[in-house]
């Protein structure tokens, strides 16, 4: 059962109308006392029903999703998210609409995000390529009073509002553990494919995994990084010549994109060594690759959920209320064959 205001307010051990001073940040309630009720709606799992308050508010929220134009498939199932938020307008109160540039293309998402400052709408979420001339884009929409929110690749050193998605240090920590502790101590080299290090994220996680290699893991050389552009054909052959041309390669990093073309380079390559993989991204090719052995494990943010995240922070924004952090915070999933969901 979905829990309630009632549960919260048992929780905390506060009143009713504390809870409700709490969830719509008014005042009169002492830091004591919000902390108590905010640890209760993380405990229980509380979701606000943003369907009654923007109801009971009478306001239809415009926002903007800019998203890059790729064949990528974590990038079609975030679309599709999107796409299943509009088709929730009518009862959120929202006006949900879509924008695509190209992937990878600064000046383009730029021009993107100042075209929007014209419009004004209630709130713009992308996928932010890192460079300056997008920084100084949001910034401008910023300082115009709209609210702004990256999605999976963040924009640090922007006055974004919010960024939902993981930790992607963590990630590539995490991708290294699994990976240096699948090869269970052997020598060799390790291959990393990218999408472009003009994002943040594929950044971040390079960071984050060439730092535990080069701490836990001295018997494995990280080779330079692949940069596939999302492209499957592209990351195909690019793969395919690494392995070609070095014999020690016997693990692999995929932090980005391109996932379709590495596993049909991984597949061809099969007869003639045994490889661990690493992945991110659950889609309906990762599955199947690891299902067969061809990946050893992925790791999984949910689209829909930062999607949602996206969207209840733009509104806080949009009214100027506070975001309740825990329940923005976008987990880190690890699968295996045997847990996949």
Do not use: W
Not at 111 to 136: F, K, S
Not at 151 to 158: E, F, I, K, N, R
Not at 224 to 233: K, L, S, Y
């Amino acid at each position: 059962m979905r829990p309630t205001v009632h549960d919260i307010a048992a929780a905390a051990g506060v009143s009713l109308a504390t809870v409700d001073r709490v969830l719509n940040q008014r005042p009169g309630v002492r830091h004591v006392t919000r902390e108590k009720v905010e640890t209760a709606i993380r405990e229980i799992g509380y979701v606000r029903d943003v369907a009654a308050a923007n109801l009971a508010k009478g306001r239809t929220y415009s926002f903007v999703f800019i998203v890059p134009a790729s064949d990528n498939s974590f990038m079609h199932g975030l679309n599709a998210e999107v796409m299943a938020a509009v088709a929730r307008s009518p009862v959120e109160r929202t006006d949900i609409r879509t924008l695509e540039v190209p992937a990878f293309d600064p000046a383009a998402l730029a021009a993107a995000l100042d075209a929007l400052r014209m419009e004004r709408p209630a709130g713009v979420a992308l996928v932010a390529t890192d460079a300056p001339e997008v920084r100084d884009a949001v910034d401008r929409l910023v300082q115009d009073g709209i609210p702004v929110v990256t999605v999976v690749s963040d924009l640090t050193g922007s006055q974004r509002h919010h960024y939902a998605g993981v930790d992607n240090i963590a990630a590539g920590r995490t991708a290294a553990r699994l990976l240096g502790r699948f090869l269970g101590g052997a020598k060799g080299d390790v291959a990393v494919l990218a999408g472009s290090m003009l994002v943040r994220d594929h950044r971040e996680r390079l960071e984050g995994f060439a730092a535990v290699m080069a701490e836990e893991f001295p018997g494995l050389s990280v080779l330079p990084v692949i940069e596939g552009r999302d492209d499957p054909d592209m990351a195909h052959m690019l793969v395919s010549d690494a392995l070609s041309k070095r014999d020690g390669i016997i693990g692999v990093y995929s932090l980005g994109a391109g996932n379709r073309g590495l596993i049909r380079a991984l597949k061809e390559k099969s007869v003639d060594r045994a490889l661990t993989v690493i992945a991110h991204e659950l889609t309906d090719h990762t599955r199947t690759a690891l299902l067969d052995g061809t990946i050893d494990a992925i790791l999984n943010q949910d689209a829909g959920h930062e999607v949602r995240s996206a969207i209840r922070v733009l509104k806080a924004k949009a009214d100027g209320l506070s975001v309740i952090d825990a329940q923005e915070r976008i987990r880190l999933d690890i699968f295996l064959k045997d847990n996949l969901p």
